[in-house]
């Protein structure tokens, strides 16, 4: 039955293609409007809700914590006789590059440079706003990411592997929602996270191409245009259509692998070649300068400090509505990979390393480029699809480091895409884990044309046009977390009743869930072998 599910289309597919195809067509004959409505759109959101993106990012970190140690962390998410298919180091890998990939290396050195030259908390230019350059980096692209991330995978992998549902988002929300979620507010629930999904994802596709080109220009003078954009776009997809045909464990798993060896082999490099001991140094203190303002800096809305509110809707809210609008894409692939392992796990693996790593990255590449700009003023004027280069250019293998980057960046885009077609076919094909391969195409074509059409409708504004509709994609699907949060807990605190689980389980209860569970692996065989 999975095989054949797979091949099917839903009519969430038709109706999320529908609005897609709409979008595409609207972008194409009035790119000048879409670009002026995106942004009344997502102005609008930030200025009467900016506090709820604020609020609800911070409540969803702490209810991953909470989670961590809880007696709810020894749920596994599947049958107790599950194992995970993937290392350890493959799985952290396939999340990390799904879940942050290109805009690590798109914003890498241009955020810390851009909030070292205009601090919205210090002294422009001075020591305090070098040390907060790097503290808001971590702020944007640590644990508050990966807590958005968690939770929706979280959800989406215990109601899937554990409960037998359809890896559906609107599945998940069967304990507060009942048998509506079989019908038709179950498929408006699933055309909003396809929705998103595709904005999400063609929002970092255009971050992708948009450096991709900058690194061509810097390097070789190829023009920064629309057309070649389209003409990067082109390949890419091609290129990420033929890893998408090859399956999952194949075509993604070894470009994951791929994209962590270049990211090390950069880190490293730039580490050895730029100030070493600075580096160490900024990073020690510029974390304890996170956990030190952590609470105060998720929940400042700014409401008496018109400046910087504009400066947090166009960062941190930006970054909270991007995450909020990657979650449905993430979450669903991450959930896929994580079949085996405990909640606590899980939990533990997505939001500590990933954060850790990026902790890493924006201190060699902040700090270098920072002091690379000290010396060479002209670093910090040039643009942000080009300043990484610009650093590059001002280290020893300048050349080498900056073709490795160009490389990591296309593996990045490959993997994005090529993640969210199986992703979008999922989602359109009845939950099936293996949807077939012309849905998958189809998705994959209509989110480079997405990409495209954004990029096209901001003209010279193309980033402010890609940040207003992460935005707005965002806002509806926020809600969806929210009762995601509500309705997992919901039913794994019963189950950790049910089990008998505290710090002392009840391993009478426990021995007996595992008999019943042997029991049905051998009259109905394991329904999520692949």
Request: aromatic letters at 14%.
């Amino acid at each position: 039955m999975e095989q054949d599910s797979g091949k099917k289309m839903s009519p969430v597919f038709y109706y999320a293609s529908i609005i897609v195809g709409i979008l595409v067509l609207f972008g194409a004959l009035a790119p000048e409007a879409l670009g002026e409505w995106a942004g009344r759109i997502s102005g609008w959101v930030i200025d009467y809700f900016g506090w709820y993106y604020l609020i609800l990012t911070t409540i969803i970190v702490f209810f991953c914590v909470f989670l961590l140690f809880s007696p709810i962390g020894k749920l596994k998410l599947g049958k107790p006789y599950h194992e995970p298919q993937f290392s350890t180091v493959s799985w952290l890998a396939m999340l990390f590059s799904a879940g942050m990939g290109i805009g690590l290396v798109f914003y890498g050195a241009n955020e810390p440079i851009t909030h070292f030259l205009t601090s919205p908390n210090a002294e422009d230019e001075s020591n305090a706003a070098m040390i907060e350059a790097l503290r808001i980096s971590f702020f944007h692209y640590g644990i508050h990411a990966w807590a958005i991330y968690g939770v929706v995978a979280l959800a989406l992998a215990y109601f899937q592997f554990r409960k037998g549902e359809k890896g559906l988002i609107s599945r998940t929300l069967r304990p507060i929602l009942g048998k509506a979620v079989d019908g038709i507010l179950g498929t408006v629930i699933d055309v909003l996270a396809v929705f998103a999904t595709v904005i999400g994802v063609a929002v970092s596709l255009g971050l992708g191409t948009i450096q991709i080109n900058g690194g061509l220009e810097f390097l070789f003078g190829v023009p920064n245009t629309i057309w070649v954009q389209g003409i990067i776009i082109f390949v890419v997809t091609i290129l990420f259509l033929f890893s998408a045909w090859t399956g999952l464990s194949k075509g993604i798993q070894y470009l994951s692998n791929l994209n962590m060896i270049l990211a090390g082999i950069l880190m490293l490099v730039a580490l050895v070649l730029g100030p070493t001991f600075l580096i160490l140094n900024m990073m020690t203190t510029s974390t304890g300068a996170l956990l030190d303002t952590f609470l105060l800096r998720s929940f400042d809305a700014g409401p008496l400090d018109g400046e910087k509110g504009k400066w947090l809707g166009d960062w941190t809210i930006y970054y909270w509505g991007w995450w909020m609008s990657w979650s449905p894409f993430v979450g669903i692939f991450i959930a896929r990979v994580s079949l085996g392992r405990t909640i606590r796990e899980f939990i533990g693996g997505v939001l500590l390393v990933p954060t850790v790593i990026s902790i890493i990255w924006f201190s060699i590449f902040g700090v270098t480029g920072i002091e690379a700009g000290k010396t060479s003023s002209e670093i910090f004027e040039l643009g942000a699809s080009t300043q990484l280069f610009g650093v590059f250019d001002s280290l020893p293998m300048g050349m080498i480091l900056s073709i490795i980057a160009v490389l990591l960046i296309s593996s990045f885009f490959v993997t994005s895409a090529d993640s969210a077609t199986f992703v979008l076919g999922m989602q359109t094909a009845y939950g099936s884990m293996t949807p077939a391969n012309k849905i998958k195409v189809i998705w994959g074509i209509l989110l480079s044309l997405i990409a495209f059409i954004l990029l096209f409708a901001g003209g010279d504004k193309a980033l402010n046009a890609l940040q207003s509709a992460a935005i707005i994609s965002a806002f509806p699907f926020s809600f969806i977390i929210a009762m995601m949060m509500v309705s997992f807990f919901k039913d794994a605190n019963n189950e950790r009743k049910y089990l008998g689980l505290s710090i002392t389980p009840n391993k009478k209860r426990m021995n007996e869930y595992i008999e019943e569970s042997e029991e049905h692996r051998e009259k109905h065989g394991d329904e999520f072998e692949l």
